[in-house]
Each structure stands twice: as structure tokens, then as C-alpha cells.
């Protein structure tokens, strides 16, 4: 059982390039949602998806678009990277929408650098 | 400004020692949960917290749920290395989980 699956691990842009992370889960989760991890800042959340089809905005959503068209895909895409967003970023999914009771289910993580 | 705040910020302390790590908010939050992660890895639960005044133990961790909903504590008993890491504490508001910016925990031997 994989859980939730991040790619890539590590990525380099340059200020301007936009890109595409990768995460998906195999658990039939609900419940899905991307936090970017900052020194001192904890996770902050940017989107959420309660199920297929549905997204919502977090803390944090400028110059990131997501998209939920299955119920195992939740990929966050950077439009126009600036270095303001280098940073960890940790794709997460829980059995139903609302995370009351329930756990949250990391990746390992994407470290993405912008130059 | 962090809604939920941590503290300390980092602690570092012999094995053996007992310590505290806090969670507070001026918000009330449904439930509150303790995550642990380690480096190059995600958050890992380690409790949720419910009720108000709620206690769980989990070994030598105890945690507790403020009254009023609004604050938490882990403590832990007599520490050890494999204890090192960093402690984030969450706050549910409807389909939002909200972090404090987390307790780096360091157990030396």
C-alpha cells in the first residue's frame, strides 16, 4: 500500500518557469489538500479538494492552481514561480472531507527551489 | 500572526528529563490533534484531542485538551533520542486543518 505519493522529490526552477507536482493517493481518500512548510511558519495550507471535482482555497492560494478530476489525483501547479515560493511542499489526504476525527496522511515531500 | 502558537521554539534537554510543549489560541477549535515529523518525511498523528479537558496518554506522552477548547499541552516523561523531532500541533476548523509553526525537540544521550 503506497499511501500518498509525491513527485518529484526535489526541483530546481528558475524565476518564471512553472511546473506541475505530482500527488496522488491510493487509499480512496475524500479528502485531499497541498500545505507549503517554511521555517518558523509551521504548514500553511494553500488548497483543498473535499472530493472529485471540488477545490477549495487555504491560507496561502496566490500562484497556485489545483484541479481534482479523480478521487486519487490532486496535482498543484505553479503558474509563474518566483522565489517567494521556495519552500517544502506536502501533499495530504484524510478518509472524508472535514479533518475533524480524522488523521491526515502526508507524502514525503517536495523540496523545490526557485532561483 | 500564527492562530495557533507554539512554544518554546526549540528545546533541547538531556534523555532522561520531562518537558512540555504548549499550544495556544485565542480561537476555539473542535478538536485539536499532535502531529510528529521527522526530517525528509511528512507529519505522522500522533493524537486527537476532542473534549474539552480531555487527557490521552500514548506511553510516556501525555496530552491535554484546554476547557475552554482554545490551548493544549504535550508532556512528556523522562524523554529519550528517539523522541528528537519536530512536534506541530493542529487545530480542526470545518474542512481547514490550521498548524502552529511547530516545537523542535532535541534529546541528547
Known amino acids: 500500500n503506497a499511501g500518498v505519493t509525491q513527485t518529484p522529490k526535489f526541483q530546481v526552477l528558475k524565476t518564471g518557469q512553472s511546473m506541475t507536482l505530482q500527488c496522488a493517493q491510493d487509499m480512496n481518500h475524500e479528502y485531499m489538500s497541498w500545505y507549503r512548510q517554511d521555517p518558523g511558519m509551521g504548514l500553511r495550507l494553500i488548497h483543498y479538494s473535499v472530493g472529485a471535482g471540488i477545490t477549495d482555497q487555504g491560507e496561502v492560494p496566490n500562484g497556485y492552481n489545483v484541479s481534482r478530476s479523480t478521487t486519487e489525483d490532486f496535482p498543484l501547479r505553479l503558474l509563474s514561480a518566483a522565489p517567494s515560493q521556495t519552500s517544502v511542499y506536502f501533499c495530504a489526504s484524510s478518509p472524508r472531507a472535514g479533518a475533524h476525527r480524522e488523521k491526515l496522511f502526508f507524502g514525503s515531500g517536495t523540496q523545490l527551489s526557485v532561483l | 500572526t500564527q492562530l495557533l502558537e507554539q512554544s518554546p521554539q526549540f528545546l533541547s534537554i538531556q534523555e532522561g528529563e520531562n518537558l512540555t510543549v504548549y499550544c495556544n489560541s485565542s480561537s476555539v477549535f473542535s478538536s485539536l490533534q499532535w502531529y510528529r515529523q521527522e526530517p525528509g518525511e511528512g507529519p505522522v498523528l500522533l493524537v486527537t484531542?476532542?473534549?474539552?479537558?480531555e487527557v490521552k496518554k500514548l506511553k510516556r506522552l501525555t496530552f491535554q485538551f484546554g476547557d475552554a477548547r482554545k490551548d493544549s499541552s504535550l508532556h512528556i516523561t523522562a524523554a529519550q533520542p528517539g523522541d528528537t523531532g519536530l512536534y506541530l500541533c493542529a487545530g480542526v476548523r470545518g474542512n481547514k486543518l490550521v498548524f502552529g509553526a511547530g516545537t523542535i525537540l532535541r534529546v541528547k544521550s
Open positions: 484531542v476532542v473534549t474539552g479537558g
